[in-house]
């Protein structure tokens, strides 16, 4: 199976922060690499797929980018609905394995 | 919009079954394979089981192989996760999701759809 490693496990931010979260494969899975968001309690979102192709209705200020084998998610001024957890998920090759997640809460 | 509504969690002893059912909107499409994704308390998303928009194929997690299986009525738009041989590392929200596509497929194996989530618990 691929495994799956985001950096960093956790981080403390102030709104309107940008903020990077790295996704890193332990092979190279080209552009097969989507991101979800979950709000404590609920369940996860589907923000981007395909490394960089945001889903419709999620806000201009997230964005993916990379391939091969490392991944980055960002929101480029950090809002205070976006105090969560992400996810990154490879589709690559079967099965779906997903990263052990990134929390990002308030500083 | 879809939705998608888990329902059959609950208070499981070890070694015991339990079926969970999904049901709604998302699930009326033969192009959308479907899945279950399971977290534990505290913990991260693991994918469980996926079944095929036909029903024809399924596929299921090595942790899970052998003791859960999956179906699909599509005469009632559900999905069913059938679990025996429960054991306390089942404990877990288990989420029905929607492929965006076929599971085959490298480009839709990913859940563009989740419902809220049914809590499993195994104890005695």
Redesign the interface.
Known sequence: DIQMTQSPSSLSASVGDRITITCRASQSIST?L?W?Q?ISG?????LI??ASNL?SGVPSRFSGGGSGTDFTLTISSLQPEDFATY?C?Q???????????TKVEIK | EVELLESGGGLVQPGGYVRLSCGGSGITSDSNAMSW?RQAPGK????VSAISGSGIST?C?DAVKGRFSISRDHSKNTVHLQMTSLRAEDTAVY?CARL?GP?SN????????????TLVTVSS
Do not use: I, K
């Open positions: 097969s989507n979800y979950q609920r369940a996860p979102r589907l797929s395909a889903q996810y998920q589709s690559h090759s079967p099965p779906p394995t997903f990263g052990q997640g | 994704v991260g998303l693991e994918w596929w997690a989420y965006s599971y490298s480009s839709t194996r990913y859940f563009d759809s989740w419902g809220q989530g």
